[in-house]
């Protein structure tokens, strides 16, 4: 089967998920083709490793909403002669915006497409439109799923698969719990695009841990995993926060986290950065846009799946006691059994 899937930008948790659907069509002897623009090496190293042929395009919401009409155009044109010489067996379209041309294409072309929709509102008013035939989608969180169906009429075929993940380990390197075992320092890792929309609650959380560590008498050790264009500016506000007791340390960008999930005892995330070091029996914690956060237990699981962990409608007190409290709690030996 011939497959092409018009991915984003290469960077982030989206093209990360999409890269498992990618694995797993190779592994069915699929015969894959990427069209995205490439941005983390590491992770446009993947999709070469499993795909066949990519071809680098700029990203149509980026044109969208810079105006670019001319440049939205012509690649617009350039993708649709693309579709048309390859006739693939299937399209899938990550993405409202790629949903909605891509749907366009096939409709006229009549190739089957699968739309995938990653997450947070439906902002793009294309989804509105009833009258288009692709109506096959994946959802990766239960918030898109009810949303969709505000919009669509076939919504049986409206599917959610959350946290699409693969775990390099065996889950028994990591079957430490911490129970009854008090620490010599906390070990924090958090993972995150270090970009203009995230950067406001990185900052925020790591002013906050300034205070905690003012009120400790022990270590705390921090490691930021990522990359984005507010890196420079992190390093600056790291190098002004730390002091004797709290160590900073940005990591870049880490492709197999699995070290530093068996490194730390409190991992702070959105989505997989959180959901895989759970999964590897660590303290997970979300964070919001505000630097708010949640730790997932029996009482918020359900919500917090429904929005695919990804930092939205947290309900819980983000005040700098609790979050002092917990790494108190870390340090003198915290259960994670019942993880």
Wanted: aromatic share 10%; glycine share 6%.
């Amino acid at each position: 089967m011939n497959v092409l899937l018009r991915n984003i930008i290469l960077s982030g948790g989206a093209p990360q998920s999409m890269l498992q659907y990618v694995r797993v069509l190779r592994s069915n002897k699929s015969n894959i083709k990427v069209i995205a623009q490439l941005s983390e090496p590491e992770i446009a190293k993947q999709y070469r490793l499993y795909s066949d042929e990519i071809v680098v395009k700029e990203d149509f919401q980026s044109l969208f909403y810079q105006k670019k009409v001319k440049e939205l155009f012509f690649q617009l044109k350039e993708e649709l002669n693309i579709l048309r010489n390859d006739s693939p067996d299937l399209v899938l379209a990550l993405g409202e915006i790629n949903g909605y041309f891509y749907g366009a294409f096939c409709e006229c072309l009549g190739i089957p497409i699968i739309t995938f929709l990653a997450g947070g509102d439906l902002t793009w008013q294309s989804f509105r439109l009833k009258n288009l035939k692709c109506k096959d989608y994946i959802c990766f969180s239960k918030e898109n799923e009810d949303l969709l169906k505000k919009c669509r009429k076939d919504t049986d075929r409206i599917h959610v698969i959350s946290n699409r993940i693969m775990i390099n380990k065996e889950f028994n390197d990591l079957h430490e719990h911490y129970y009854a075992k008090r620490m010599d320092s906390v070990h924090i890792l958090l993972t995150s695009r270090i970009s203009d929309g995230k950067f406001d609650s990185i900052y925020f959380f790591l002013k906050n841990l300034e205070e905690v560590s003012s009120r400790v008498g022990f270590n705390i050790d921090v490691r930021i995993a990522g990359t984005g264009n507010r890196e420079d500016d992190l390093r600056l506000k790291i190098n002004e926060i730390n002091k004797d007791n709290l160590n900073i340390s940005l990591l870049g960008h880490v492709d197999d986290l699995t070290e530093q999930f068996g490194w730390t005892h409190l991992a702070v995330g959105k989505g997989r950065s959180v959901l895989e070091p759970i999964m590897m029996n660590r303290l997970g914690c979300v964070i919001g846009d505000k630097g708010e956060l949640e730790i997932p237990d029996d009482c918020n699981l359900d919500r917090l799946y429904h929005y695919n962990f990804a930092g939205r409608h947290l309900v819980c007190d983000n005040s700098i006691d609790s979050l002092c409290d917990l790494v108190k709690t870390i340090f003198n030996g915290y259960n994670t059994e019942k993880i």
